[in-house]
Each structure stands twice: as C-alpha cells, then as structure tokens.
C-alpha cells in the first residue's frame, strides 16, 4: 500500500466507531453495561435489541435454549441460571402473554407470565442489584373516559390480560428493586403480529370486514418506543432517582377504523 493510500486507511480507522460505542479500555475495566434482553424476537424486543446495542453489552435471548441461556419466562429456575450467568446491570422484559382474546379461556398461561414471571425477575433484580425495565398496557386502565391517562390514574382493568399486567406491575414495583415500567399501547411494526397484520390477513380470507369503532387509542410504533426507552434506560442507570412508572405513546389518537 503506497503511504497516501495507508494515511487514508488509518484516517478511516480512526473514525470507525467502537463497537457498542465501548472501546477497549471499557471492556478492560469492566466499565460498560451489561443488558440482558428476554425476549428479543417479539415487535418491541426485536427493536430493543437494535437500540439497546449503542449504550451497552447486549445479550438478546428468545424463549428457547440458545448457547446454554433459556429466555423461557415460565420457567423460573432456568430464568434464574440464565441471570446468574449473564450477571446483569440491566434486564429487559419484552415477553409477555399479548394474546388478550385467548387470555379469557387460559388465565393461568397469562397469569403464568405476566404476572408471576415479573415477581420472579423482580427479586432476580434485587439480590443483584440491577435494573429491572418491564413493559405494560392501557388495559390496566378500565377504558372509560376521554382524556389520555396519567400514570396515576385509578387502574381497573376489565380483562384477564389487563389484570394480570397489573398484578406484574404491581409485584415490581413492591419488590423494591429499581425499575421502569413503560405503559404502551396499540403497538405496531413490519415485522410482526399485530392488528394490521391480523386485518391484511382476514382480508385476503373475507368479502367483508367488520371493525368496531368505539375503541379510542394511539397507535404507537415498536421502534419508537424502543428509541425512546434505550434513551430512558441510559438516563435513569445514572440517576436512581428515575425509577418508576411512566407512559410511553405516541402523540394523537385515532380508533381502529382509523
Ligand atoms: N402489542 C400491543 O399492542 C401492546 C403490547 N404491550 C406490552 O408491550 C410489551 C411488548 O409487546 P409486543 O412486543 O407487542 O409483544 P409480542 O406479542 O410481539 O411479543 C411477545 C413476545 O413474548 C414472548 N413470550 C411469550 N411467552 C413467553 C415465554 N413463556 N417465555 C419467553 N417469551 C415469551 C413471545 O415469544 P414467542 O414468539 O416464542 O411466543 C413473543 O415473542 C409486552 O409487555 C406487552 O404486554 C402493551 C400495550 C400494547
Ligand atoms: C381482528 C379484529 C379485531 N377487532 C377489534 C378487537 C379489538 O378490540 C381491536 C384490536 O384488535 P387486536 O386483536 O389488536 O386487539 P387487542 O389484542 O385487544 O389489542 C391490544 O393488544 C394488547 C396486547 C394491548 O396491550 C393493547 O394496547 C392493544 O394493542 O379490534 C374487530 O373489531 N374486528 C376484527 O376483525
């Protein structure tokens, strides 16, 4: 290589960003974040993987076995060996029971992981002293009323799926570990399944569709709120005092007629 071609090689080098924004002198001291992510193959886990990846090491497990990790969260015990190994300074839950229809007919699967799974990963957080972010619903909330809910509105949740959010929020936010839980609602993205995916895939099967109309909500995008959460996440590890419940929408609402 001819010495302007070399100079301009090490020009580039030098501006190639580290990767995962640590260099080496982080991962010599043992300085950057370890982000254990459950569940990254969901519409918010597969986003969170992408934006969580600049502010610390990520390890991105799904349900099954993967390299020795299980991300099962019905099962407590691998939950436990899993956290163990990855020792963690963040855990991030994107799992959760989002059939809210079949939850009615199989409360216990839904109770099972949106409820007892976030008690388990809770007290996981406390005895090791990390952050817990867990994710939640407007379905806490009984649905009535015409203004956008405040997070400390009064919950009353009317469904199985609502109420056993609640019930994993609740454990989380009595376990005393530092936390945030994010409130979303109407979640979209390309990838997965959601109402537009279930409405493109009813109208290639039917003449007719029939939508109701009296639900009003905001549809909010899984890369929106895994831009913003990767955000929170950052600012909070830094300042303890963050910890809590917030709501994380988009702006505007529309109903499912929209
Ligand atoms: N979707 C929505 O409209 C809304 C979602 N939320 C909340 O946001 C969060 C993310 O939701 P979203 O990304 O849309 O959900 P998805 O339905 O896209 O993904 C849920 C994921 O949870 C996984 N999961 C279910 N059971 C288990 C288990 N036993 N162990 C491990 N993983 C499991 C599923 O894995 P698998 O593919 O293997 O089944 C799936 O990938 C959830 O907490 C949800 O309650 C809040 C408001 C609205
Ligand atoms: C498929 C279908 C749904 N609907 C109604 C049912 C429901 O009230 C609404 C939306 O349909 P979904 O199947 O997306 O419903 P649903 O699963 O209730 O949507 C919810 O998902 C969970 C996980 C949440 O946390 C909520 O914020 C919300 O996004 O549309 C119809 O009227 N006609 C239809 O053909």
Redesign the pocket.
């Known amino acids: 290589m001819d010495e302007e071609k070399q100079a301009a090689s090490q020009h580039h080098q030098g501006y190639m960003p580290p990767y995962n924004g640590y260099g080496p002198a982080e991962a010599e001291q043992g300085t950057f974040l370890k982000i254990l992510l459950l569940c990254c193959k969901g519409q918010v886990g597969w986003e969170l993987h992408r934006s969580l990846s600049p502010i610390g090491l990520v390890t991105a497990i799904a349900r099954q076995e993967e390299n020795g990790l299980s991300g099962d969260l019905s099962d407590p015990k691998a939950l436990s060996a899993t956290i163990k190994s990855v020792s963690p300074d963040i855990i991030v839950n994107a799992a959760?029971y989002?059939?809210?229809?079949q939850a009615e007919s199989k409360p216990e699967q839904s109770r099972r992981i949106n409820a007892e799974a976030p008690v388990h990963l809770a007290r996981m957080a406390k005895e090791a002293d990390a952050w817990l972010i867990h994710f939640?619903?407007?379905?806490v909330f009984d649905g009535t009323g015409t203004t956008p809910w405040k997070e400390s509105a009064l919950k009353g949740p009317i469904?199985v799926?609502?109420k056993t959010?609640l019930e994993g929020e609740e454990a989380i936010r009595e376990s005393g570990c530092r936390h945030l839980i994010f409130r979303?609602?109407?979640?979209?993205s390309a990838a997965c399944k959601?109402?537009i995916h279930?409405?493109l895939r009813?109208a290639a099967k039917r003449d007719r569709?029939?939508?109701?109309?009296d639900?009003i909500?905001a549809?909010t995008g899984a890369e929106l709120i895994a831009d913003v959460g990767a955000h929170v996440i950052r600012t909070a590890y830094y300042d303890k005092k963050l910890s809590g419940t917030y709501h994380l929408t988009a702006a505007g609402e529309t109903s499912?007629n929209f």
């Open positions: 959760a989002t059939a809210v229809d939640s619903t407007d379905y469904n799926y609502g959010k979303t609602s109407w979640v979209y959601n109402f279930t409405m009813l569709l029939r939508v109701i109309d639900q909500g549809p499912w």
